[in-house]
């Protein structure tokens, strides 16, 4: 019987994952390469890196997650970076999050997707 279960259990994460759905503390994440990102985008990065300076008042601010998109961590573990778009007057929808262990996460939607970024 306890076989039977295992089985069960293993079936279904299988299955679960196949249809997108994500177990635990860690959402579906897409990985992107920085190389094959925009050139905004590897400006910004870098700029966060060097430790700006930053063209938003708002860069660096605490990112709360509460889409719940990114794992899971306590509040104040992410900041956020606005990403320029040079077609847009305001802030526009481009995003890096970063993490308090040099993880970095973007967004060109607003918040609805991220992509790991890899280097």
Do not use: C
Request: hydrophobic share 35%; glycine share 8%.
């Amino acid at each position: 019987m306890q076989i039977f279960l295992r089985l069960l259990i293993v079936a279904w994460l299988a299955i679960g994952s196949a249809f997108g759905f994500s177990f635990g503390n860690d959402p579906a994440v897409d990985t992107i390469y920085a190389e094959n990102l925009p050139a905004e985008v590897r400006q910004t990065l870098a700029q966060i890196k060097d430790g700006g300076p930053f063209p938003y008042e708002r860069d660096g601010i605490v990112f709360g997650n509460f889409e719940k998109r990114l794992p899971l961590q306590r509040r104040g573990y992410y900041r956020e970076y606005t990403v320029k778009a040079p077609w847009r007057r305001d802030r526009g929808p481009r995003r890096i999050i970063i993490g308090q262990h040099d993880e970095y996460y973007y967004t060109d939607d607003h918040y609805r997707t991220f992509r790991r970024i890899a280097e």
